[in-house]
């Protein structure tokens, strides 16, 4: 435990024989519990994460059930129908099993995927197992070493004593992070984080891509995590999730670790579309989720009508360039017309950011 409250890591692992071992066994005491998804790896993964429960020198303390039970009275109707609801949604998980004998005193869970989900599927799954036993804090750590487990008291610190429901690591705010980091990673994280940053709301975050996160039991109640994007664009999505259901955010800087023995899975070419399509619909659905069903904003009208202006003034442009590259004269009116739509569309965009950013200052801590 850390400051008297229940601290988890979730471990997401997918072949990673050569270094789950290493992370298991340099997990901090004040760890309560080790919840390794194992997402139907093809290698000997799950028998290593079996050797380290069985070498585990002492039972960990039983979660108090007075923790997880919420009274069935008038007053907790809300809670109650929550509960039942999340109940009913673990169909939508991918199908896993828990290989332990005796899971509740166990430090080390393994739960085994029966097939494989991706990165996002199998932190849902473990989210929702800290869920149920009512963790107070859930910290996210990959299974290929690459983040210092030594770093994970910071991480969790302020979810446990300053009410944040969201605390993220950033190695891009580390002097040596140009260092170490590869150049086409560097590259694709700060891509992904600009457009992360607009999708998302919370304006000022950067290094998206990091997987060194931890979680309040409060902001996993209060959004659905089966729906969290099940492979890499997971950090990317949640943040979306988080911003739409109000959840404070804050950074941490952390150390860039590189060639410890990992090997890399993600393929930038690969998933840079890939996310970026998934942001621009996540950007949409936070507005009409966040700004018009929940909480009408201005801003609503100023992103779809900066919107609409550009794309009426984009055939404007295109004849505009067409008549000027075929050596004609350029009309007036239709000069005119681009420059009041292209102003008009510009003007209103800037508006919609700055009030965007104005209203989730309040979030970032």
Partial sequence: MLFNKTVAVVVPAFNEEKQIGRVLSTMPDFIDRIIVVNDCSSDNTAGIVLSCLRGQCSPAAPISESRIETPDNQYN????????????????????????????????????HLKNGGVGAAIATGYKWCRDHAIDCTAVMDGDGQMDPAELEKICTPVLTEDIDYVKGNRLIHGGARLVMPKTRFFG??????????????????????GYRAISLAALNAIEIHKIYPRYGMPNDILVKLNIAFCTIK?????????????????MHKVIPTISWLLVKSFFKRLWVKYL?????????????????????????????????????????????FLFLFSSS??????????????NERLYK
């Fill in 77 to 112: 109707t809300a809670e109650l129908l929550l509960k039942k609801k999340q109940q009913q949604d673990a169909r939508y998980y991918v199908p896993s099993e828990i290989a332990n004998e005796t899971p509740e005193t166990d430090r080390i869970i393994l739960i085994n």
């Fill in 189 to 210: 994280n700060s891509i992904l984080s600009i457009l992360t940053k607009i999708a998302s709301g919370y304006w000022h975050i950067s290094d998206t891509q990091t």
């Fill in 251 to 267: 950074e941490v800087k952390i150390k860039p670790v590189y060639n410890v023995g990992e090997a890399s899975k993600m393929k």
């Fill in 293 to 337: 069903f929940r909480d009408f904003h201005p801003l609503f009208l100023l992103y779809h009508f900066a919107m609409a202006l550009g794309l009426v003034a984009i055939p404007y442009g295109i004849k505009i360039l067409f008549i000027a590259l075929s050596g004609g004269q350029v009309s007036t009116i239709t000069m005119l017309a």
């Fill in 346 to 359: 510009f003007q209103s965009l800037l508006f919609a950011m700055w009030m965007d950013i104005q209203d």
